[in-house]
């Protein structure tokens, strides 16, 4: 059975960082794209971050760029979002989702998602 595991939200002030991690569980992340995704209460889910299976490519959200870094760590099957210089804006739920990325990031497993609160 397939689990993402998200964890490292919770409550931040504006300007600070955040670190948000994905555990892999019956699956292998090097053989997958990995992505980040969020979503408020009552909006569509909208794309953040993703990495390509070699991680020779990343995508960002033009919101985010260069604020927000993705990563992966293939021996721990685990993948990371950094997130730097946060906005009250930025407060949402955040997923992690395992899939492909020919071009665009197409997520085929996902996870249950974790916190973020970001205080102005």
């Known amino acids: 059975q397939v689990q993402l595991v998200e964890s490292g939200g919770g409550l931040v002030q504006a300007g600070g960082s955040l670190r948000l991690s994905c555990a892999a569980f019956g699956l292998t992340v090097s053989s997958y794209a990995m992505g980040w995704f969020r979503q408020a209460p009552g909006k569509d889910r909208e794309f953040v971050a993703a990495?390509?299976?070699?991680?020779?490519?990343?995508r960002y959200a033009d919101s985010v760029k260069g604020r927000f870094t993705i990563s992966r760590d293939n021996a721990k099957n685990t993948v990371f979002l950094q997130m730097n210089s946060l906005k009250p804006e930025d407060a949402d739920v955040y997923y992690c989702?395992?899939?492909?990325?020919?071009?665009?990031?197409?997520?085929?497993?996902w996870g249950r998602g974790t916190q973020v609160i970001v205080s102005s």
């Open positions: 989702a395992a899939g492909t990325m020919p071009i665009t990031f197409v997520g085929d497993y």
């Open positions: 990495i390509s299976r070699s991680s020779s490519r990343t």
